[in-house]
């Protein structure tokens, strides 16, 4: 199975900042790969499918990146809502596979 | 507005089959490119992928946990359950119901619509 490795691991910054999270692939996805934000006691939110296109009515703040195995998600300036956990997600290779998620925190 | 929700127990017992039900509104699984998958999240742990089905009843399963599930589909009552055989306490987990992504005709296997998810326990 396509293995999907996040790092790092927690990012810690405040708002305004710009935070870049980002997700390797054990193996070629091409574009198929998409970003979920999850805050606490909440479902996730697809935010970017197939690499770079945001899903409706995600902000232009957040943005995709990456093709094949090194993909990016990049929030340009963070908002207080920002925090939480993001996860990856591949479609190109069955099983369908998920990231162990990168933890963004308020320093 | 699509909306989806779980039901089923919240508490199981080793070895048990666990029967999950996913019941939405807002779109039809007979309606061509839809799809409704299953995705468990163990506390405080990862998202992890385990059943899709597809509005031609085509199924795809996690192959860690294939011989374990099934997933099925009523149309008429806009359902979809998942049978999970032989619990075991590292079962224990959030269990969402989700909708594909589909733009116009085409689905893409994310997930955009969630259920709030069910929390279900294995102990004896």
């Known amino acids: 199975e396509t293995v999907l490795t996040q790092s790092p691991a927690t990012l810690s910054l405040s708002p305004g900042e710009r935070a870049t999270l980002s997700c390797r692939a054990s193996?070629?996805?091409?574009?198929?790969l998409g970003w979920y934000q999850q805050k606490p006691g909440q479902t996730p939110r697809l935010l970017i499918y197939d690499a770079s296109n945001r899903a409706t009515g995600i902000p232009a703040r957040f943005s995709g990146s990456g093709s094949g195995t090194d993909f990016t998600l990049t929030i340009s300036s963070l908002e207080p809502e920002d925090f939480a956990v993001y996860y990856c997600?591949?479609?190109?290779?069955?099983?369908?596979?998920f990231g162990q998620g990168t933890r963004l925190e308020i320093k | 507005q699509i909306t989806l929700k779980e039901s089923g127990p919240t508490l199981v017992k080793p070895t048990q089959t666990l029967t999950l039900t996913c019941s939405f509104s807002?779109?039809?699984?007979?309606?061509?490119?839809?799809?409704v998958g299953w995705i468990r999240q163990p506390p405080g742990k990862a998202l992890e992928w385990l059943a899709l089905?597809?509005?031609?009843?085509?199924?795809r399963y996690s192959p860690s946990l294939k011989s374990r599930l099934a997933i099925t589909k009523d149309t008429s009552k806009n359902q979809v359950v998942l049978t999970m055989t032989n619990m075991d306490p590292v079962d224990t987990a959030t269990y969402y119901c989700?909708?594909?992504?589909?733009?116009?005709?085409?689905?893409?296997?994310?997930?955009?619509?969630w259920g709030q998810g069910t929390l279900v326990t294995v102990s004896s």
């Open positions: 807002g779109f039809s699984l007979s309606t061509s490119g839809v799809a």
């Open positions: 997600q591949q479609r190109s290779n069955w099983p369908i596979t």
């Open positions: 193996q070629s996805v091409s574009s198929y």
């Open positions: 989700a909708h594909r992504l589909r733009l116009g005709s085409n689905g893409y296997n994310y997930f955009d619509y």
């Open positions: 089905i597809y509005w031609d009843d085509d199924k």
